[in-house]
């Protein structure tokens, strides 16, 4: 079992850099493929990034490409996820998830769920 909690939202304005943070504990990090998922206002939940756990590959939508970076240190059991040239509609709250299955979390089920931290971006 792995328990996750996700920090690092905030207020920022439109352009602006924020860092997300999942801290985990339990299990071997290391055997986890990491999600990135964001749920805006009125809207459904939404993977928009991963690391998995075999040898660090990443996915992103192409909503966040080429501005959003996800890394993970094993030593240190995190996951992060650098949010670059941050956009109004960038604005949710954003859940780290984890699961053995790469494919569980592509369909959005995820076996664990950390909480979520909202990130406002202002325009």
């Known amino acids: 079992e792995v328990q996750l909690q996700a920090s690092g939202g905030g207020l920022v304005q439109a352009g602006d850099s924020l860092r997300l943070s999942c801290a985990a504990s339990?299990?071997?990090?290391?055997?986890?493929?990491i999600g990135w998922f964001r749920q805006a206002p009125g809207k459904g939940r939404e993977e928009i990034s991963c690391?998995?756990?075999?040898?660090?590959?990443?996915y992103y939508d192409d909503s966040v490409k080429g501005r959003f970076t996800v890394s993970r240190d094993n030593t240190k059991n995190a996951a992060n996820l650098q949010m670059n040239s941050l956009k109004p509609e960038d604005t949710a709250n954003y859940y780290c998830?984890?699961?053995?299955?790469?494919?569980?979390?592509?369909?959005?089920?995820?076996?664990?769920w950390g909480q979520g931290t909202l990130v406002t971006v202002s325009s």
């Open positions: 998830a984890a699961d053995m299955s790469v494919f569980r979390l592509y369909i959005g089920r995820p076996e664990y």
């Open positions: 339990g299990d071997s990090f290391g055997d986890y493929c």
């Open positions: 690391i998995n756990n075999f040898d660090g590959s990443t």
